[in-house]
């Protein structure tokens, strides 16, 4: 599985939209980019993935860029409940296994 | 009800003594695994399931062992336990059948401390 570079640690105002890079340089073409959070000791928790196309749900939104090296994920309005640490996987479908780097603490401030 | 349940939530325990840690999951999934988080670090595999009868080691395997005893539950055991296996322990989830495996679910995690 291709490896993951994340910025050790963000800061966002509430309310604000937080943009957590990633860069995932190796990546191969059947590879997906995962993202999940951890708050403070709880299980990770699933965000979103996606493949080559911008992808949205409830939570955020996922933009890839077009050579699939890097992406990001927007918290469209950060709350306080959003700060956690986040952690960007590249990983394909054969073993189903997850492969958790550092991940960005994103702190949301008032 | 919680999907994924993981028992005891804490737990201290003396070191060479046997201890289970136990994952019961009710979303029917077929896949299970178990990881430990040291602090300040991520996830790391201990084992993982892909049905009843498939058991396979993970990255950190070394001192533990795992029972499938069915498609809902998962056991992790530390035959003897250490202090350096002192650290949070979490199962997870998944589904084959869904297109994307790597969509996990975890439990709430088991803090285990090793004197």
Redesign the interface.
Known sequence: DAKTTQPPSMDCAEGRAANLPCNHSTISGNEYVYWYRQIHSQGPQYIIHGLKNNETNEMASLIITEDRKSSTLILPHATLRDTAVYYCIVGGTSYGKLTFGQGTILTVHP | DAD?TQTPRNRITKTGKRIMLECSQTKGHD?M?W?RQDPG?????IY?S?DVKDINK?EISDGYSVSRQAQAKFSLSLESAIPNQTA?Y?C?T?D?GQ???????????T?LTVL
């Open positions: 994924v896949r695994y990881y670090l991520g996830l790391r595999l993982y892909f993970g949070l979490f997870a998944s084959s297109d994307i495996v790597n969509t996990q679910y975890f439990g709430p995690g803090r």
